[in-house]
Structures are given as C-alpha cells and as structure tokens.
C-alpha cells in the first residue's frame, strides 16, 4: 500500500488490519502514509483516531467482544507509536505540559495521541498515563514544573475526580487544559470545573497553546456548594443504592439473579460472579453518572448515559425499560435530594419514548 491520502479505501484497510488485530499490517500502512508525504499529525488524527471511534461502536453494538476489542486498540497503540517514530521531531522547546488522565479513567490512547502530536508540534512532554490520582499528579507536578497540564476525561462520570485535579492544579499555580469527550460538549463540563482551557481535538489543543503562550490561570469553578453536598450523599449512600438496585433488578439481568440462585444452593460459579460484577459494574455506573450530574448541576450528563444504557441493553437483548424501574427505584431512595430528584425526573423524561413503546399495542 503505496498510499499519498487518507482515503475511504485507506481507512477501510486500516480498520481490517484492527479486525484481524495484524500488527503488521497496520504499521505498514500507516508509516507508508508517513513516507509517501502525509503528515504524522494527519495520520494520528485522521486515521487512528476515527478508527477507533469505529472500533467503540462496534463493542457497543455487540458486534465485537471485550477481547476483539482490546486486540484492535492494541494495534492502534503500536501504530501511534511507529507513526511518532517515523516523523521529524521539532526538539529543544522550553514549552513543557504534562499530560495526564483523570483519576478514574483508564482511555489512554486520547491521551497518547495527544501527546505524540504536541511532540511533534515541538512541545516538550511528559506522558503520565492512565488514572492519575490529585496526589500524584501534585507531586509530579512539584517535582518536573510544567507550564501546563494537559487532563484527558473520556468517562462522564469521572467529572467529580476531574474536578480535584483541577483544583490541585490550581493551588500550585499550574494552568489545566482540558479534552476529550468527557468534558462535554464544547467542554461546558470542563470550564464548569474551572479549567482554564479546552480543545476539541490534539490539533486544536497545539494550535491554542502556540498562539497564547504561556497558558493562563483564568477558569473559575462554578459547582456549587449545595451541589457537592448532594453528591456527597450520593457517594455516601452508594453501596445501599446499588444493593437495593440490584435487588429490584434481579430478574432483569441475568447474572445478578444467576447469583443470587448459585449462592442459595452450591456457591458461586465463575461465570456467574462474572455476570454479577457486570451487572453491579453497570448499575455502578449508571450512579456515578447520576452523581456527576448533580455535581455540575447538569442533567445531560445523567441523561446521556442513559442513552448509552438503552443501546447498550438493546443490542444485548436486556430489556432497556429496567432503567425506566432503576429511575423509579432510585426516585423512591432519594427524596430528601432536590438536585438528584431533579436529575432523576430529566433521566426518567429522556426514557418517555421507552415507556410510550411500551404501551403501543402489540
Ligand atoms: C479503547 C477503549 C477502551 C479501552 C481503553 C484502552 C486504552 N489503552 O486507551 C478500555 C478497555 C480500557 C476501555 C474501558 C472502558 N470503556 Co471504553 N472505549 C474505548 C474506545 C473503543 C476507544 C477510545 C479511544 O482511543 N478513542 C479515540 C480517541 C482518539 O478519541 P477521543 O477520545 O475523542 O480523543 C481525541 C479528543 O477527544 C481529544 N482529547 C482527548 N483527550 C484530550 C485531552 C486534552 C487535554 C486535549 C486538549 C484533547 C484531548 O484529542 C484526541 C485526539 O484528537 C472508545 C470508543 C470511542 N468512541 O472513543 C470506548 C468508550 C469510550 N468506552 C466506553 C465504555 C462504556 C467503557 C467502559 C465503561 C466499559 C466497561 N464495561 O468497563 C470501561 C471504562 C474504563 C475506565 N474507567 O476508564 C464507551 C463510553 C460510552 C459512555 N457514554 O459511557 C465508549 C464510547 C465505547 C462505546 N461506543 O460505547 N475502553
């Protein structure tokens, strides 16, 4: 493959070397784009990265196991790697940010592409990898001076964790900029935290950085007081919460009730125990993004992973009307909560379309 473009057919290629999880094949391909003229960036940007995208979907839909899934991100790394190795790199700048996850978020590719670009854009970097906790990325930060850090949130949920490395920052006069899909559209969740910057993208992150050097402490936080009392209940109150909502949910999915009959009678068999944390994994989630969306005070966050639920179960045969039961379960728990009530109302409102299927006659 001789390529000088990204094409469809490049693309479509690229993403048959992750289906067959070929290594070879991928690095090939992509370091042939390199070669043949096409920009490390365009290559990072326009073909990993959207592929990968491509490789999600096809997990959620039920497409692709869990393994298939972690084979083809596994390439995907090594072509970031190849692609970073077989371009210039613009050396010696004093300009030096730190990339990190949010605590809680295991998604480091975003965050390896993003700083393989910036390195080539002639940043100097520092790649701390996945779910960094405030502490750490405190003292790493005392310890190498950067003049930016760069937070990478994939998850929703993570927002709260987000919001103390933010805040960690802050204190020790570093400057945050945010990305990633996490932080919400435009990153509405990310200057509610008070970071000081967002970026769409790693192209537009090293764009903004260049143009408005040095970076400059200047975001404010805006969650508010009585909201992370709320939250604080919520984490507080989360085993209860997710021990009665595994107990009304029992029938829907299988593994929490395959539990719950294996420990009756013989002990828990592996596969059950594994259903089990899925289950309990899921509705885990489905928590902490009710949480987050207390904490900033916005209910899309709740709402969105909703959506993702209902895809989620309809492409697995779960039926999607349990979370139609979950919000009710947890609207009955939660009364003393008037920012969770709320939420929980916009959740069960963004689920109407569920309810009025459910009615239509058969
Ligand atoms: C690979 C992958 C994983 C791997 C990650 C391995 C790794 N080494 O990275 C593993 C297996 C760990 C994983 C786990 C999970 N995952 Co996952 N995962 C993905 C997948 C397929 C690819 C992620 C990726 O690399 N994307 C490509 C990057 C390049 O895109 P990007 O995030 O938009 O990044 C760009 C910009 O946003 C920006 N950017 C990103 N960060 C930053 C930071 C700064 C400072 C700046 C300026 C810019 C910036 O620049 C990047 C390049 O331009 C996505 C699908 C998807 N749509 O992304 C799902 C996805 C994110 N995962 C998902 C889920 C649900 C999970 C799990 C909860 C699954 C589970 N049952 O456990 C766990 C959660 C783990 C955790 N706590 O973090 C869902 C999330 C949906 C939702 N609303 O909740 C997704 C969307 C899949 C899907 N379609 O359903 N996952």
Request: hydrophobic residues 45%; proline residues 5%.
């Amino acid at each position: 493959m001789n390529a000088n473009r990204i094409t469809d057919a490049v693309q479509a290629d690229f993403d048959a070397c992750l289906a067959d999880a070929d290594e070879g094949g991928a690095l090939e391909l992509a370091v042939g784009l390199v070669t043949s003229g096409v920009s490390a960036e365009d290559v990072l940007l326009g073909l990993v990265a959207p592929a990968q995208v491509r490789v999600g979907e096809r997990w959620a839909s039920g497409e692709w196991t869990v393994a298939r899934e972690h084979a083809a991100t596994h390439v995907s790394r090594l072509t970031v790697d190849a692609v970073a190795a077989a371009a210039p790199v613009g050396g010696g700048s004093p300009r030096h940010v730190l990339v990190a996850c949010g605590d809680g978020e295991w998604h480091v590719l975003p965050s390896h592409i993003l700083t393989e670009v910036l390195r080539l854009r002639g940043f100097r970097v520092r790649s701390l990898g996945g779910s960094v906790s405030p502490h750490e990325l405190l003292s790493d930060v005392h310890q190498t001076g950067p003049d930016v850090v760069a937070l990478s949130c994939t998850l929703t949920f993570n927002l709260p964790l987000a919001h103390r490395q933010i805040e960690t920052c802050r204190c020790a006069g570093v400057p945050v900029m945010t990305g990633g899909p996490g932080f919400g559209p435009e990153g509405t969740w990310a200057y509610a935290l008070g970071a000081d910057l967002y970026a769409a993208d790693a192209r537009d992150a090293a764009d903004a950085l260049l143009h408005r050097w040095p970076p400059v402490l200047c975001g404010k936080s805006s969650v508010q007081a009585a909201a992370v009392e709320e939250y604080a209940v919520l984490v507080r109150r989360r085993p209860e919460l997710l021990a009665h909502l595994a107990h009304v949910l029992r029938d829907v999915f299988p593994g929490l009730r395959a539990r719950a009959n294996s420990s009756a009678t013989s002990g828990s068999s592996a596969t059950s125990g594994r259903d089990h944390e899925e289950g309990t994994g899921f509705l885990g989630r489905l928590l902490d993004s009710l949480a987050a969306a207390v904490f900033v005070d916005d209910a899309r966050v709740f709402t969105g992973q909703l959506a993702f639920a209902t895809a989620y179960f309809s492409a697995r045969s779960v039926d999607p009307h349990c979370l139609l039961t979950m919000t009710d379960a947890l609207t009955d728990r939660l009364r003393g909560s008037p920012r969770t009530l709320d939420t929980l109302s916009a959740g069960r409102q963004s689920l109407v379309p569920l309810e009025a299927e459910s009615r239509r006659p058969e």
